[in-house]
């Protein structure tokens, strides 16, 4: 089982850890990892790791068997071997920008309360699927509405409940085509906002800033039809 050093402290750039396996494909995996593997749409985070005599590029992260999480090396050349302890360097403004996005989305979430069916998040912009048979009639509305929320400056934070909390509040599972991981006993939740100012709330195991205020301002982009159901809406950083 790797640690999920980034659960912890998602702000946190560097780390050691120590090389518990190498897959047969090459990829790495630490006994715990600063870098988020890719799930529930966001990409897994790249970097380097360092260590006494050689170096390596991180290109991506990936889930590996049971819970251990695969550093995937851009070069398949040079590891290091198992139980050689390393420096993990994130590429932070990749990141960073990941759970601005992350963030973003959730409150786009809000500000269009309907199922999600699908999304994505990039480094630049994101998208969520609606289950919407038309498109919005003033996507301009939308936009401010988006705004003034992150311009509210609402902490975000995590809370825990056990699978029961949550098959008693359905309401809370916003995704359609992804179900909040079980079998832990917990599941985690994203809240933005707090108590009764509390402007979503929802199962997440993603990365995401810890104020509203640091996603700055965001635009809507195209809204696309995807279907007779659904539609794409794509969300920018400005």
């Known amino acids: 089982m790797t640690a999920l050093l980034f659960r912890k402290d998602a702000y946190a750039r560097e780390a050691t ?3 518990k396996a190498i897959t047969s494909e090459g990829g790495i995996v ?4 600063l870098f988020y593997p890719t799930s529930g749409g966001q990409p897994g985070d790249s970097g380097t790791l360092r260590w006494n005599g050689g170096e ?5 992260t990936v889930k590996g068997d049971g819970d251990d999480v695969v550093l995937i090396p851009a070069e398949p050349a040079g590891l290091p071997g198992v139980g050689q302890q390393v420096t993990q360097i994130l590429n932070w403004d990749r990141r960073l920008r990941h759970m601005r ?15 999600v069916s699908g999304g994505s998040i990039g480094t630049d912009k994101g998208r969520l699927d609606f289950d919407m048979p038309e498109a919005p009639d003033d996507k301009e509305g939308l936009e401010a509405d988006l705004n003034r929320l992150i311009d509210c400056n609402m902490d975000v934070t995590e809370e825990w409940i056990t699978d029961a909390e949550l098959d008693a509040q359905p309401d809370l599972v916003k995704t ?3 179900q909040p991981p079980r079998g832990s006993g917990q599941i985690r939740l994203v809240r933005i906002g707090v108590g009764d100012q509390t402007a979503d709330l929802q ?14 301002r965001v635009r809507i982009g195209k809204i696309e039809k995807k279907g007779r159901q659904n ?8």
């Not at 390596?56 to 991506?60: D, F, H, L, R």
């Not at 993603?206 to 205020?213: F, L, M, Y």
């Not at 539609?231 to 400005?238: F, G, I, K, N, P």
């Open 17 to 19: 850890g120590t090389v």
């Open 203 to 216: 199962p997440c195991g993603g990365t995401h800033v810890a104020n509203t205020d640091e996603i700055g």
């Open 176 to 178: 359609m085509s992804v």
């Open 101 to 115: 996005v992350h963030t973003a989305l959730h409150l786009l979430s809000v500000v269009i309360p309907l199922p």
């Open 231 to 238: 539609r794409r809406v794509y969300l920018h950083l400005e």
């Open 56 to 60: 390596i590029e991180i290109a991506t």
């Open 30 to 33: 630490l006994d715990g990892t």
